[in-house]
């Protein structure tokens, strides 16, 4: 008996949704894959396994989360990411860290990172942290030690220190090449005037209460 098109318009859809669900990132196929870290001559949408000979215990570990980052310079923040390029035992694993240093009145400018989803979690100090979304709204808190905020992918986002001591974050993103893309270093011809009024903006939200905002514009914007 041959199907009615009905049944098979609705069976093509369900092929078609499953091709899709196909395409997406693949889970593993093996329990390991450290990146290989000589030299690439073929470039491929991540990083080539380590031969499964040589892979150690080593790969699995990174203490660059351990050192303080440069906080000597004119924003008074550092971050250092740590992608699977640094951190060999993350290929494959859709991860990577950060840490963030901020010294007093220290301010991380707006970016976004346009391929993960950041989870912020602070270690040390009290920081002023909060994103934008495409409704020009706020979202804004201040945080304490041993809280965490999450920052959704592709948003701009910011943090300030606006307590009285070097504050330390830890940052876990679900990409192990997250991307960063930053206001400052988008801009054409960016000057120190118009980074001291956005910092200066930013550090006057950070004393209002109110959780949100509406019609937000910072300079450059």
Do not use: Y
């Amino acid at each position: 008996m041959n199907s009615s098109p009905p049944f098979c318009i609705f069976f093509l859809l369900v092929n078609l949704a499953c091709m899709k669900i196909c395409l997406a990132d693949p889970d593993n196929l093996q329990d390991l894959c450290p990146t290989s870290p000589e030299k690439q001559t073929i470039f491929i949408n991540g990083f080539p396994c380590k031969d499964p000979a040589t892979v150690n215990a080593s790969d699995f570990k990174n203490s660059k989360m351990g050192e303080q980052g440069d906080t000597d310079k004119f924003f008074g923040s550092s971050v250092n990411i740590v992608t699977a390029a640094e951190f060999l035992g993350l290929n494959t694993l859709s991860l990577s860290v950060a840490r963030t240093d901020l010294a007093v009145d220290g301010l991380v400018a707006p970016h976004s990172h346009p391929r993960a989803s950041e989870i912020f979690f602070l270690s040390k100090g009290r920081v002023f942290v909060g994103f934008i979304d495409t409704n020009n709204q706020l979202f804004q808190k201040v945080l304490s030690p041993g809280d965490v905020f999450v920052f959704p992918r592709g948003l701009l986002h910011f943090s300030l220190n606006n307590g009285f001591d070097l504050a330390t974050g830890f940052s876990v993103f679900n990409s192990q090449n997250p991307g960063k893309v930053s206001i400052n270093g988008a801009m054409f011809q960016p000057n120190i005037e118009m980074i001291d009024k956005l910092k200066k903006t930013i550090i006057s939200l950070s004393k209002i209460e109110a959780n949100r905002f509406k019609n937000l514009t910072l300079p450059w914007f």
